[in-house]
Structure formats: C-alpha cells, structure tokens
T-cell receptor, first 116, second 113 residues
Framework: KAGVTQTPRYLIKTRGQQVTLSCSPI?????VSWYQQTPGQGLQFLFE???????NKGNFPGRFSGRQFSNSRSEMNVSTLELGDSALYLC???????????????FGEGSRLTVL | DQQVKQNSPSLSVQEGRISILNCDYT??????FLWYKKYPAEGPTFLIS?????DKNEDGRFTVFLNKSAKHLSLHIVPSQPGDSAVYFC????????????FGKGTRLSVIA
C-alpha cells in the first residue's frame, strides 16, 4: 500500500514569502503529525491532527500553522519566511494518535525547504 | 530545553564490531523510549522500542538498554554492517500524557567496511 506522500519534495523561497506543504497519509490513517528537522535541533514537533482537529502543538511561532481535511490529508503553512525556517519538514501518519509508542508511526520522505 | 539528548553527533565503527549509540533524557515521567533510523532522502523508520518497566529489549542485531536511575538509554548494534550507516534518532514519550514523541538531535553512524 502507498506510504506517506509529501509534496513538494524540494522548494526554494525567499525571505518574507509564504509556503504551503502538503501531506497525504497512508490510506486509512486519520492521525497526521508534522516535524521540522534541522542539523542543529534534530526533529522538532510542530503539530498533530486527528479527525480534522489539532490535538497538540509544538513550541513554534504563530507563523507556522496547519490544518487537516476530511480525507485526512494535511497541509502546513509557514508565513513570512525567515532564513532559519530552512529545514526538512516531515509528515508522519498513524491510524490514531498515540501509536508512536508501538512504532506504528510512518514518516514521509519530507519536503526540503530552502529560504534565501 | 532539550528533554532528549544525543550528545554524539557522529560515530564511526568498523564493520563487524559493536556500535553503541547513547541517549539521555531529563523528564523522568517518560515511560516509553524508541529508536528511529533515517537514511538520506528518506523519512525516519521505527527500529526498536522499550518500555520504562524493562531494562532491555532485543530484536536481532539490535538491543536497547534502559537505565532509569541514570535517565540513560543506549542502542547496541552487533555486528555492525555497512547498511546500518544512517542517522539514528532517540525518542521518548509519556504515553498517558497525550503528548507527541520527543526526539533527540540524532547521531550519524558510519560503518566502515
């Protein structure tokens, strides 16, 4: 079965612009989480959605936002981009929240954002 | 403040020898710990986990040890193979806390043939 699909895979933006990243979870999965990976900070949690509701939010400024649609697909948006937003943005899906414990949390390949 | 710390950014090991990756945590409430492995251009994949009520969990060549009093866990890979070369992330979670996985910064393992 298809894995977690993230688009676009690579993108380049300039400071001040905004960006929208998309994530299609594994079919049947209703929980989607987003993480930011940078060399200096590792994997940092952004948000988690389940059934179109945000369940958790990480310690990121309000410029970072997300949403989940009725088909479980999720998008995240970063407005007023800064150089420090350059990172790999990873989406992970699971059947339901809390399955990170069982290892049933599946990551996509990520969207690599470069801000110039 | 990093709740999960991987203090070694990189580790280099000869093929066939043991690889030991270390992880420390500060939140004593964490009750489950996991290791994820990440190859370049791929997402992280689950490797092995351990509950806080255990001190060891083994899966083939991979063993995770947990020392709760020291708030320390380690991943042992024996024997190491070139295909093990990847970035390894330690993660922790408070199962009852309705909180997401907390990851460390990762350790890049290079297994040299």
């Amino acid at each position: 079965k298809a894995g977690v699909t993230q688009t676009p895979r690579y993108l380049i933006k300039t400071r001040g612009q905004q960006v929208t990243l998309s994530c299609s979870p594994i079919s049947g999965h209703r929980s989607v989480s987003w993480y930011q990976q940078t060399p200096g900070q590792g994997l940092q949690f952004l948000f988690e959605y389940f059934s179109e509701t945000q369940r958790n939010k990480g310690n990121f400024p309000g410029r970072f936002s997300g949403r989940q649609f009725s088909n479980s697909r999720s998008e995240m948006n970063v407005s007023t981009l800064e150089l420090g937003d350059s990172a790999l943005y990873l989406c992970a899906s699971s059947l339901r929240p809390g399955q990170g414990v069982t290892g049933e949390l599946f990551f996509g390949e990520g969207s690599r954002l470069t801000v110039l | 403040d990093q709740q999960v710390k991987q203090n070694s950014p990189s580790l280099s090991v000869q093929e066939g020898r043991i690889s030991i990756l270390n992880c420390d945590y500060t939140n004593s409430m964490f009750d489950y710990f996991l290791w994820y492995k990440k190859y370049p251009a791929e997402g992280p994949t689950f490797l092995i986990s351990i509950s806080s009520i255990k001190d060891k969990n083994e899966d083939g060549r991979f063993t995770v040890f947990l020392n709760k009093s020291a708030k320390h866990l380690s991943l042992h890979i024996v024997p190491s193979q070139p295909g093990d070369s990847a970035v390894y992330f330690c993660a922790a979670i408070l199962v009852s806390g309705n909180t997401p996985l907390v990851f460390g910064k990762g350790t890049r393992l290079s297994v040299i043939a």
